[in-house]
């Protein structure tokens, strides 16, 4: 019987792809708006895939408008030059990602899901890469809101769709890399893990008072545990 839904962010959390991202996205600003913005600069950490494009083009002087009517060409052509570009040795895992992943699967109580501010289709592809994509049965998108918070109840509706089963607060974890992270964990009262693999210091982390807080995945055991727990105390 299900009983714990577990959310994970990708990038940060799960993996890290260096700077060819940010490559990719910035020649496909170029190649439909004319011009990078600020997206050779701006930290990406925790924000939405299409808050990113609005964001960066914005600071190029663009209008809403503007942005707007090139959005879904902006969005394809970085999807596809994501995954025409980038191959597995550009995608190195997170320290324990693989085998904490292998055992949350095969645990009958969980059930994995994303939680993310990537594209759809460009999160798939960085998840296909190492081979971790079939651990990830749904999840929540830069697709499904415009802003994070939005999210979870997303994620929580499309668990329902795929198990029947409507989880709510403590029986929700959200596993992330940044501030983001914890904060949408708030939205749905969940427990938020976070770890400090991205951007974001561990000593940055804490300020924002995640319920749980580890440098890293690798303790297999502490980590499915702290999961299996009821309390968010």
């Known amino acids: 019987m299900l009983k714990k839904l577990v959310l994970f962010d990708i990038d940060g959390t799960l993996l890290t792809m260096g700077s060819i991202n940010r490559t990719v996205l910035v020649d496909a600003l170029r190649e439909v708006y004319g011009t990078e913005g600020s997206a050779g600069v701006c930290n990406f950490a925790g924000k939405m895939d299409s808050n ?17 009517e090139k959005f879904g060409l902006a969005k394809k052509t970085y ?21 904490l992943l292998d055992t949350l699967a095969n645990h009958s109580e969980l059930l994995l899901g994303l939680l993310t501010g990537n594209f759809e289709e460009s999160g798939r592809h960085k998840l296909l890469l190492p081979s971790i994509n079939h651990y990830f049965p749904f999840g929540a998108f ?8 939005e999210l979870p109840p997303v994620a929580v509706e499309k668990a329902y769709q795929l198990s029947g089963i409507k989880f709510v607060e403590q029986d929700i974890i959200i596993i992330g890399d940044t501030e983001h992270d914890i904060a949408c964990a708030r939205v749905m009262n969940a427990k938020s893990i ?15 008072y995640p319920h749980v807080l580890y440098e890293n995945l690798s303790q297999t055991d502490v980590v499915l545990n702290e999961i299996l727990q009821s309390s968010i105390n």
């Not at 830069?142 to 918070?149: L, Q, S």
């Not at 976070?194 to 924002?208: I, K, N």
Request: glycine residues 6%.
């Open 52 to 68: 990113i494009i609005y964001e960066t083009m914005q600071s190029a002087g663009l209008s809403s408008k503007e942005i707007a």
């Open 79 to 99: 999807i596809e030059m994501l995954q025409t570009r980038t191959q597995p040795s550009d995608v190195v895992l997170m320290a324990g990602v693989r085998d």
């Open 142 to 149: 830069a697709d499904d809101g415009r802003h994070r918070n």
């Open 194 to 208: 976070a770890v400090a693999t991205g951007t974001f210091s561990r000593e940055e982390l804490q300020q924002h």
